[in-house]
């Protein structure tokens, strides 16, 4: 079975400051994980995603995220936040390379403040 | 990225009425559509995998004559709520991909709420 745990339904950082969402992964199979962020009254968009060829993960506006096998861990940053960058953020986990069957996590709302 | 389309939004509809919701996928044609669900303060949960042309597989715990699903074209599934309870409200949320190793996109959502 899997599953995604994000811890923090809300986090909030001034702009300018770094951004670090959280997300912890149960898998019995090497998982597929991924990072979406949702904008008000618009869909899923993916942000990136790891499918085992590197650790460290870059995603589009300069997010990344690190696997860490250890720690079961695949936490989203961003160095320096933007107003922007105000939306829902979802991780979420797959058996697949593909983004079929996708389990997500709860969530996690960032805010921006100026 | 490919664009996805649901409609309506938001739609209020009465106990023991029926509501249709459309994904459409605007520039690309979708093998397959996937059809979620998101409670309040809670994940979004896959329902059903649908393939154009072929029955919906739905997930466990779904109920497949409440939740009709129909891929009929490769830009069009429908997910239909019949005799709709007030459970029912909730955030629809379809995905469609092209097939192969691609990337599923999603569309905006669906707020259902059930009076």
Same mark, same amino acid.
């Given at each position: ?27 019995s ?84 403040f100026? | ?7 309506? &939004?938001?739609?209020?509809?009465? &106990? ?16 397959? @559509?996937?059809?979620?669900?998101q ?5 979004? @949960?896959? @329902? ?46 379809? &995905? ?20």
């Amino acid at each position: 079975a899997q599953s995604v745990t994000q811890l923090g339904s809300h986090v909030s950082v001034s702009e300018g400051a770094l951004v670090l969402l959280r997300c912890n992964y149960s898998s019995s199979v090497p998982p597929y994980l991924f990072w979406y962020v949702q904008y008000p009254n618009q869909g899923l968009q993916l942000l990136l995603k790891y499918t085992s060829a590197a650790t460290l993960v870059k995603g589009i506006n300069g997010f990344e995220a690190e696997f860490k096998k250890s720690e079961t861990s695949f936490h989203l940053t961003k160095p320096s936040a933007h107003m922007s960058d105000a939306a829902e953020y979802f991780c979420a986990v797959s058996r697949s390379y593909n983004t079929d069957k996708l389990i997500f996590g709860t969530g996690t709302r960032l805010q921006v403040f100026p | 990225g490919a664009v996805v389309s649901q409609h309506p &939004s938001r739609v209020i509809c009465k &106990s023991g009425t029926s509501v249709k919701i459309e994904c459409r996928s605007l520039d690309f044609q979708a093998t397959t @559509m996937f059809w979620y669900r998101q409670f309040p303060k809670k994940s979004l @949960m896959l @329902m059903a995998t649908s393939n154009e042309g072929s029955k919906a597989t739905y997930e466990q715990g779904v109920e497949k004559d409440k939740f009709l699903i129909n891929h009929a074209s490769l830009t069009l599934s429908t997910l239909t709520v019949t005799s709709a309870h007030p459970e029912d409200s909730s955030f629809y949320i379809c &995905s469609a991909e092209a097939g192969g190793d691609t990337e599923a996109f999603f569309g905006q959502g669906t707020r259902l709420t059930v009076v």
